[in-house]
């Protein structure tokens, strides 16, 4: 007997992934094809749970809405939704919007950065769990990066990120204060951890150094990955209802093979 099912996951924010899985006697008498089986719809499983960020940028210009901070709009989107991955999050960034207010175009104390975020009509969304990302052109007399609150929504991010390293960028400063508002306080245990201070931890170049490739930098600890998919800013992926159905189809399907089989899946 041959049969066939064919099932679209959406997994991230750009990534689609398309499994077609044609199954036929083979599987019963070959275990990497029943493994193959078994791993694919674990994902459609891990899929069902997927969760998002949603981050409203919004640059800082002065008065006149000229000197605009990273008006380009660049967000180091790819390394930054690898680091994520991690803990199956999506980080996904609405279109820039504009804040006007020259004496905002650069910070120097919590002060400053308190009052950036939690003054109405400086640009946030009107979403509470729209996390709200500042970008400005210097934080401390450029000696800061980024800010971010512990567990509670605003970053502040300087445009010393995009000239760091003669413009190869301090492509983590982002994730890292993202983290900061998913409540992670900072490790000093290893510089492979996306927490440690920006003093001690090894910055990505690009996404082949990121966990779990090359040398692994800006790694999540599974306590990390648990604390920050508890807050509020994560939210559950909208997702369509026929994939919603599809990957719930696929879950139900390991489990009867694991009743019809009697063989434990570490799941
Ligand atoms: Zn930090």
Redesign the pocket.
């Known amino acids: 007997m041959t049969f066939r099912y064919f099932f679209v996951l959406r997994l991230g924010n750009h990534q689609i992934l398309h499994y077609y899985i044609e199954m036929n006697g083979l599987l019963r008498t070959n275990p990497m094809l029943r493994s193959i089986l078994i791993s694919t719809f674990f994902f459609a499983c891990h899929a069902f749970g997927a969760s998002i960020i949603v981050v409203q940028p919004i640059s800082v210009c002065n008065d006149a809405g000229g000197d605009c901070s990273n008006s380009a709009g660049q967000y180091f989107e790819a390394e930054t939704d690898k680091i994520w991955n991690q803990a199956d999050i999506d980080i996904s960034f609405l279109p820039l919007t504009e804040f006007h207010n020259s004496s905002f175009q650069s910070i120097n104390s919590n002060t400053d950065f308190v009052s950036l975020v939690n003054t109405p009509g400086h640009g946030q969304h009107a979403t509470s769990t729209v996390l709200n990302m500042w970008f400005l052109k210097e934080i401390d007399s450029g000696t800061v990066s980024g800010l971010?609150f512990l567990g509670a929504n605003g970053v502040a991010i300087a445009d010393s990120i995009f000239t760091f390293a003669d413009g190869a960028g301090r492509r983590d400063t982002i994730a890292?204060?993202i983290g900061?508002n998913l409540n992670l306080d900072?490790t000093n245990e290893s510089n492979l951890r996306l927490?440690a201070?920006?003093s001690l931890r090894l910055k990505p170049t690009n996404t082949l150094n990121i966990f779990p490739d090359g040398v692994g930098v800006s790694q999540l600890t599974a306590a990390e990955i648990a604390t920050a998919q508890s807050s509020p800013l994560v939210v559950p992926v909208p997702e369509p209802a026929s994939y919603a159905a599809l990957a719930l189809i696929g879950c139900l399907l390991v489990v009867v093979r694991r009743r019809f089989q009697g063989v434990a899946i570490s799941m």
């Open positions: 971010g890292h204060e900061h900072h927490m201070p920006g």
